[in-house]
């Protein structure tokens, strides 16, 4: 058997939700959570590939601290995206685990040695990308996201932004 690859220190737990804003605040209300950071009304993703072709998403995201985990509250704001499938057929849940890499390309070879037909769910590489990300598919991870960061000097400053939530 291939060995898996080695991901490193989780990131986020990538939470999807109906409602930001009410979710931030029942999150807070009933388990303490907090303080949340948000990334505005809307974030448009204009340079992604989902499922291989290319598809504008649009969402509103916030980041906040539970328990010493960082979550990423994401709420679908049209229906072309992957997390507005996933509202639609599961409800609001936990969609992604996230990690922060060294080697983007070196971990999806080791992914695919895993699993030779394993799917982008999302492509973030390509240019336009503030830096490069995917989404591998779930199918691989027993129902359950897995989102990966290249280590580069803009996403190193956003995962300190967020990390000093935990502060």
């Known amino acids: 058997m291939t060995a898996a690859p080695r991901l490193g220190e989780l990131f986020h737990i990538g ?3 109906r409602d930001c804003a009410a979710a931030q ?3 807070t209300a ?3 959570a907090g303080p949340f950071l948000s990334m505005g009304e809307e974030l448009r993703f204009d340079s992604v590939l989902v499922h291989g072709k290319p598809v504008p998403v649009s969402l509103k995201i916030a980041f906040g601290a539970l328990g010493g985990v ?19 057929e599961r409800g609001e849940g936990m969609h992604h685990l996230a990690f922060l890499v ?3 390309d070196g971990e999806l070879a080791a992914a695919r040695r895993t699993d030779p037909e394993l799917e ?3 492509d973030g590489t390509g240019p336009g990308n503030l830096f490069p990300w995917v989404y591998l598919d779930a199918a691989s991870a027993r ?4 989102e990966l960061w290249q280590r580069t000097p803009e996403s190193e400053a956003q995962y300190h932004t967020v990390r ?3 502060r």
């Open 164 to 166: 000093e939530l935990l």
């Open 70 to 88: 960082v979550l990423e509250l994401l709420q679908p704001l049209d229906d072309r995206s992957p997390h507005a499938a996933f509202l639609a």
């Open 30 to 32: 009933r388990l303490g």
């Open 143 to 146: 129902g359950t996201v897995i």
């Open 102 to 104: 060294a080697d983007l």
């Open 120 to 122: 982008l769910l999302i």
């Open 25 to 27: 605040q029942e999150l």
């Open 15 to 17: 939470w999807v939700v």
